[in-house]
């Protein structure tokens, strides 16, 4: 079955950095577009970022642009964060979350998300 | 960026209601609109996707419709495993946005 897990999460100064990874399982990563979204303590849901399946499109929310980097390993089956000069307000769940449609340019729908991570931005 | 404004934030209901979600897009989205359920300390879980089409193992009772700028999720028989939060998309533009969410909760 389809899996996605997360790590790297945990608790760093403000002004430093963190790079997040998911693991995936059960489809072939490299036919799927990827996709980064967060959720603050107590608040909705909002997309981060977007790697197209063959890792030539990239996309980032206003929020995190000039500071995240999405990437992905089809070799490891695995798709990173790295985040940099991290603010307060980038505290929140990470969760990674997979295209449904395959060898799409998109946009779509998130088929299947991970468990999430919780990052905390905090001196 | 395309706004998103979910109706009502809360809906206190009781098990059997029929329950209907209303999403409303700042712009027309044509079906490019999927509702997503959310229970406390999980992932968001896909539900349904281009309006109405359901993804496989959801059960039946949860229902789509809608086009351009207003949509609905309807549950027409609540069920005690359906409380949660639930989270409108739209995925026409390459700025995925969602709308604040709904959380349904027993009266």
């Known amino acids: 079955q389809v899996q996605l897990v997360e790590s790297g999460g945990g608790v760093v100064q403000p002004g430093g950095s963190l790079r997040l990874s998911c693991e995936v399982s059960g489809f072939t990563f490299s036919d799927y577009a990827m996709h980064w979204v967060r959720q603050a303590p107590g608040k909705g849901l909002e997309w981060v970022a977007v790697i197209s399946f063959d890792g030539r499109s990239k996309n980032y929310a206003e929020s995190v642009k000039g500071r995240f980097t999405i990437s992905r390993d089809s070799s490891k089956n695995t798709l990173s964060l790295q985040m940099n000069s991290l603010r307060d307000e980038d505290t929140a769940v990470y969760y990674c979350?997979?295209?449904?449609?395959?060898?799409?340019?998109?946009?779509?729908?998130?088929?299947?998300w991970g468990q999430g991570n919780l990052v905390t931005v905090s001196s | 960026d395309i706004q998103m404004t979910q109706s009502p934030s809360t809906l206190s209901v009781s098990v059997g209601d029929r329950v209907t979600i209303t999403c409303r897009a700042s712009?027309?989205?044509?079906?490019?609109l999927a509702w997503y359920q959310q229970k406390p300390g999980k992932a968001p879980k896909l539900l349904i996707y281009?309006?109405?089409s359901l993804q496989s193992g959801v059960p039946s009772r949860f229902s789509g419709s809608g086009s351009g700028t207003e949509f609905t999720l309807t549950i027409s028989s609540l069920q005690p495993d359906d409380l949660a939060t639930y989270y409108c998309?739209?995925?026409?533009?390459?700025?995925?946005?969602f709308g604040q969410g709904t959380k349904v909760e027993i009266k």
């Open positions: 979350a997979r295209d449904g449609v395959g060898f799409s340019y998109g946009p779509n729908y998130f088929e299947y």
């Open positions: 281009k309006v109405s």
């Open positions: 998309q739209q995925y026409k533009s390459y700025s995925w946005t």
């Open positions: 712009q027309t989205i044509s079906t490019w």
